[in-house]
């Protein structure tokens, strides 16, 4: 079935090293969300990206939506303690907008 | 405050309990979720409410009953629950209508943490 991927499962980082999450969906996507979940926290939305290439920032975040609309990717420069937490990509299957189909998320743990 | 509130926050029930989630939106959206997340699993969408209507029920076990009584307010009804429906069991809410068009992004509650014993 639908299935979006995320890669990897969980990152240690040491305060200062940039980190990088992968989304890799089975078919098309009409659009990629990106959400981080700090833990004992719930999701809060960070973007939105809809159009194929697709590149936006967002201070020290860059998200990427691949050219197929199949594949997207966050990378965090020069990480901080604020940024752990696990950061979720969810997508809608083009032609279907009813449904989000979401990966599983990757944990990230950042070393002070 | 993200302008979802849930509640209660944690919740301990026996398997022969009847007891309710509810949840209230602030933010004047159209479309309200019921998601349960589970360790190591995607986020598992329940159901979708638009305009008050139920929109999409994913093949939920009807042990879990929602109810929307207007576009604000969302409870989930639970009784006879599983041990393996301990969860965190998120209510999200969006602008547009989870229909024809994409919801945008959608604002989680906090969640409400369920064990059943």
């Known amino acids: 079935g639908q299935q979006v991927m995320q890669i990897p499962q969980y990152q240690h980082v040491q305060e200062g090293e940039d980190f990088t999450t992968y989304c890799n969906s089975s078919?098309?996507?009409?659009?990629i969300q990106w959400y981080k979940q700090r833990p004992g926290g719930h999701p809060v939305f960070l973007i939105q990206l809809v159009k194929s290439g697709e590149v936006k920032k967002q201070k020290r975040l860059t998200f990427q939506f691949g050219e197929a609309k199949k594949n997207s990717s966050l990378h965090i420069t020069a990480t901080q303690t604020t940024d752990v937490g696990t950061y979720f990509c969810?997508?809608?299957?083009?032609?279907?907008?009813?449904?989000?189909?979401w990966g599983l998320g990757t944990s990230l743990a950042v070393n002070p | 405050e993200t302008g979802v509130t849930q509640t209660p926050r944690h919740l301990v029930m026996g398997m022969t309990n009847k007891k309710s989630l509810k949840c209230e939106q602030h933010?004047?959206?159209?479309?309200m979720y019921w998601y349960k997340q589970s360790a190591k699993k995607p986020l598992e969408l329940m159901f979708v409410y638009n305009f008050k209507e139920q929109t999409e029920n994913n093949s939920v076990p009807s042990r879990f009953s929602p109810e929307c009584p207007n576009s604000s307010h969302l409870f989930l009804h639970l009784h006879t629950l599983q041990p393996e429906d301990s969860a965190l069991y998120l209510c999200?809410?969006?602008?547009?209508?989870?229909?024809?068009?994409?919801?945008?992004?959608?604002?989680f509650g906090e969640g409400s943490r369920l064990t059943v014993l």
């Open positions: 078919t098309t996507l009409s659009n």
């Open positions: 969810a997508g809608f299957r083009a032609g279907n907008n009813r449904k989000l189909i």
């Open positions: 933010l004047g959206h159209n479309a």
């Open positions: 999200a809410s969006s602008r547009q209508g989870a229909g024809v068009t994409n919801t945008g992004e959608l604002f």
